[in-house]
């Protein structure tokens, strides 16, 4: 089979699960790609703004806000914007409950709220050692994701207040809020569509629940060792964890390199 692109989830995928750094074997696996002529997307939860180690690496086209938002060089492929009317509706009862939000733009902000548990959840998720800056003019921007920091407890009152909003929980303390479907699934539909190219002729590494859907849509799914159980039940193939160079030895086990 003649493979003509493949998708990456970034965290724990392209990036160790031990310290956060691209493990070498990984960047010449990438490379070698590109040099094949297969297109490389990495498909992440974080904002474009912080995908600068992977574009140094030569990566070009982007799925961020976990699916809200994706971009080739300098064509934007898809975007969900988030309502401003609803947007406002949900910063002003945060700011009323002192809950905090984060705002996904290209960039990430935050409404100021600041708690440990928050802190937690950010270094768990995007190696984040301090809070993100305010926005003062976020309402000036397309916001492509929001997420919520809370308790199940908590959520109950948002979707009590807010019926009409979906609040998806991807993290212990983290939850998506959306006004309609964002998944990375639904933005590797419209990369596909970009390409023209088919799901079979594609291949996706992830190690996360919310990688399942991504990795069960290409021709061949493929779980990293130090995922969740989810991913590697719903994968074609389970290689080793993102440290030990579990992409490069999967590219090489399928006779892709």
Known sequence: MTYKLVFF???GTITSEKD?????TTKVAIRRLMEKGIHVVAATGRPLSMCEELREIGIETFITANGGYAKHQQTVIHKIPFNKERLIDVMN???????GLSFYTESLYMNGVKEGAILTALNETLSLADYPSTQPAILEEEVYLLC???????????RQTFPYLIFKRWHPYILNVVEK?????????E???YFNVYPHE?????DGDNDIDMVKLVGLGIAMGNGSQGVKTAADYVTSRAS??????????????
Do not use: Q
Not at 20 to 24: A, C, E, Q, T
């Open 9 to 11: 989830d970034v965290d």
């Open 20 to 24: 956060g750094s691209i493990p070498p």
């Open 93 to 99: 009862f945060a700011e009323k409950m002192k809950h």
């Open 148 to 158: 919520l920091f809370a308790n199940d407890r908590v959520v109950d009152i948002y």
């Open 181 to 189: 479907e964002v998944s990375k699934y639904v933005a590797t539909k």
């Open 191 to 193: 990369v596909l569509a």
């Open 202 to 206: 594609t291949i996706a590494f992830g």
């Open 244 to 257: 030990e160079g579990g992409i490069y030895e999967a590219l090489k086990k399928f006779n892709i390199l």
